[in-house]
């Protein structure tokens, strides 16, 4: 595993604490305003009995999944994640790590009719994990992937696939770590999707209310019937 | 039809003879830089035979293409553009509008290994048109489908679908009409994409060599093996 690849995945454990306190403070505006909303309501489109939310954190969406109830399970690769997740309730969490996924996918469960990715996709390499999660879903299931707009690029970055440093700056205090994550381009992200053996079948940019720009990307993809790879 | 797209189909009469020499002397900037070589790139890499130009205006492409060993047809609304294309030869050529050849398609051709559409879809509803198009795929065939990369909204405009003018600016001279056009996000692309039975199979993004942001956006795609539209 690459250096960055395993701060990535150290971050969210040394973050533990500080990320959970974002996130039922709501500290992390784009959620408050849109993105949160965004999600749910996708997720919530398909009418889904069994999600599996990859990537869960302290467990926010899979409780607001199971209010509605959705059979949630979710998992994360932060075992003090996961441990403030299971406090709370309202699923079944897992301590896997997208490696350990990928070797046994099916220890999470199967025939999921939406897997859902929020926010948590952020390494370099994702076409395996995108095999095992599609391997996942029932016929009709959905794969669901929100994440940060590709036009989230300033003005002096050029616009290509690369890691970039997240430092939870305006997000609430107490964070011990950067976090590595892996900046991917429109077409990256689709090119991906397709050798994984998805199609895409709905795409939604949720938009910031006041300013008119993309706050974050919804992909939502099921299992391509003619692939052959 | 509406105003604006009675406007956009007479602005390519109108413009004809200003747009010929914008195309032939290479007047516009982005064409010459980085586009006509990526959708040249994109074409020949499918190694079709027969090849249908949508919107193919004075014919460089079809040229292009013709001079790979394809059998390229064009065809476009512009009867003036159309007896340019035809003077200087390189394919067969036919004026249609995208409105005669939704209501018959076959006019054109049948059996096509690639359909390109490059900087030609500017019309608010394209669902029947890709449909049409579809119809005219060989079983392999891909549409392929060049544009303004959506990231092209400027700091002050709102990031959805709309109608915009364009006014030739720095395209060259002797430009009589502004051309509106109807601007789609990415997620419309995509979304109308899979209405019309199709199935994204490569997305790219040449991108401008010095500012290193995206110049314009190719879609791929076929027909998908499990429409049932």
Chains 1, 2 share one sequence.
């Not at 909303?37 to 996708?42: D, F, S, W």
């Not at 301590?95 to 220890?107: F, I, S």
């Not at 997240?166 to 397709?194: C, K, V």
């Amino acid at each position: 595993m690459k250096d960055l690849e395993r701060q990535l995945e150290q971050s969210w454990i040394t973050n533990a604490e500080a990320w959970t306190q974002s996130v039922r403070e709501k500290q992390i505006e784009s959620r408050k305003l849109v993105t949160d909303q965004a999600v749910i309501q996708e997720v919530a489109r398909h009418r889904p009995v069994k999600v599996l939310d990859v990537g869960c954190g302290e467990g926010w969406l899979v409780r607001a999944l199971a209010e509605k109830g959705m059979e949630v399970v979710g998992i994360d690769g932060s075992n003090e994640l996961i441990k403030q997740a299971q406090e709370s309730g309202g699923g079944i969490f897992y301590t896997v790590n997208y490696t350990d996924l990928c070797n046994n996918p099916k220890q999470v469960g199967d025939q999921f009719d939406a897997i859902v990715c929020n926010f948590s996709i952020l390494s370099e390499v994702i076409v395996p994990l995108l095999q095992a999660l599609s391997g996942l879903l029932s016929k009709q299931g959905v794969l669901i992937i929100h994440t940060l707009h590709p036009f989230a690029v300033t003005e002096k970055e050029r616009y290509e696939d690369g890691w970039r440093k997240e430092n939870f700056q305006g997000m609430g205090e107490g964070y011990q770590a950067e976090m590595p994550w892996y900046f991917r381009t429109m077409s990256s992200w689709l090119n991906d999707l397709h050798h994984a053996g998805l199609r895409l079948v709905h795409c939604k940019e949720p938009i910031h209310p006041q300013t008119g720009k993309p706050l974050s990307l919804l992909l939502t993809a099921q299992k391509a019937a003619d692939h052959e790879n």
